[in-house]
């Protein structure tokens, strides 16, 4: 006897992607004006410190924009044969994001180790008003995905490169007044191959959970065990078997179990009953509001384990 059971909770993840969607917008305009307002600041002062950051900045547009892209496309409606939709595109976004970050680091160490062995003349004064308005347009942006930053992996990886440039461009800021006042042009170096070591570790963390998801690999959230145990307890299982679980994107997870139920109880309650029990049970203890569940009669368990062959 085999019956499936689900909740979705479609409607606030619909509206919470389109409240991301708003603030990536926003956010995108904010960094393209920085982007050419750093440029035409290292430009007039000769800044390579400018001249990187922007084209930090540049390749996070470009993340953004592909989050962006992710956001709309991930919203598209099932069909037929992608029957869960486009929701990992929200998480292919944001390993793309991850691998972007990787290769600004690798960028700003290469552009440190250089400068530091070669530093240049820059003009500070200039260098420090560009960069000042580099860290407020920042600071705005970061403000606009903060309160949505641990609701999706992707806007997650919107928002960690809006805090490298907010750390690119406040250590130019750093590096402008030193420069400035003392003269030492090897700080510039310096700050480039700082704003690389404070990103790389939040890159591996992004890419760390891009491809959990992409393996299905059970939420860290969710002790497989403890869910069946919970599930015995209910009236009249004897076996859950077959359990698995896995995340669809940031903030759906979803499990499967196969339960095999005594007779009596089956007969007595029915399997919408049953489903209805198990349904409550996975929302309410673990937050799991999408779950399919086949229900069996205790004697059917033998029959599975005879295995294809044999059916």
Same mark, same amino acid.
């Given at each position: 006897m085999g019956a499936g059971h689900g909740h979705g909770r479609g409607h606030g993840h619909a509206a919470g992607r389109a409240e991301d969607r708003a603030r990536l917008r926003l956010v995108l305009l904010v960094t393209g004006l920085v982007i050419v307002v750093e440029l035409v600041g290292a430009w007039l002062s000769g800044s390579l410190a400018l001249l990187a950051d922007a084209g930090h900045m540049v390749t996070d547009a470009a993340a953004v924009a592909l989050a962006l892209s992710a956001s709309y496309v991930a919203g598209l409606p099932a069909t037929s044969r992608r029957t869960f939709g486009y929701h990992r595109a929200e998480i292919l976004a944001a390993l793309a994001n991850a691998v972007v970050l990787l290769g600004v680091c690798g960028y700003l160490a290469y552009e440190g180790i250089r400068r530091l062995l070669h530093p240049v003349e820059v003009e500070a004064g200039t260098m420090l008003a560009f960069a000042v308005v580099g860290l407020v347009a920042n600071l705005a942006s970061l403000s606009l995905l903060h309160g949505r930053h641990r609701e999706s992996m992707n806007m997650r990886g919107a928002y960690l490169e809006v805090f490298g440039d907010l750390l690119g461009s406040g250590? @130019?800021?750093?590096?402008?007044? @030193? @420069?400035?006042t003392t003269g030492f042009t090897r700080v510039d170096p310096i700050v480039s191959l700082v704003i690389a070591a404070l990103v790389l570790p939040r890159s591996f963390t992004l890419l760390r959970d891009a491809v959990e998801v992409l393996l299905e690999t059970a939420p860290a959230h969710l002790d497989l065990d403890d869910v069946r145990d919970h599930l015995v307890t209910v009236p009249g299982v004897v076996d859950v078997h077959d359990l698995h679980a896995w995340t669809l994107t940031s903030g759906i997870a979803v499990l499967s179990a196969h339960i095999a139920v005594t007779d009596e109880v089956l007969e007595e309650q029915g399997v919408g009953r049953l489903l209805d029990q198990f349904s409550t049970c996975v929302a309410e203890h673990f937050a799991v509001e999408h779950a399919t569940f086949q229900v069996e009669p205790a004697g059917h368990q033998a029959h599975e384990?005879?295995?294809?062959?044999h059916a």
């Open positions: 250590l @130019v800021v750093v590096a402008a007044v @030193v @420069v400035l384990d005879l295995g294809p062959a």
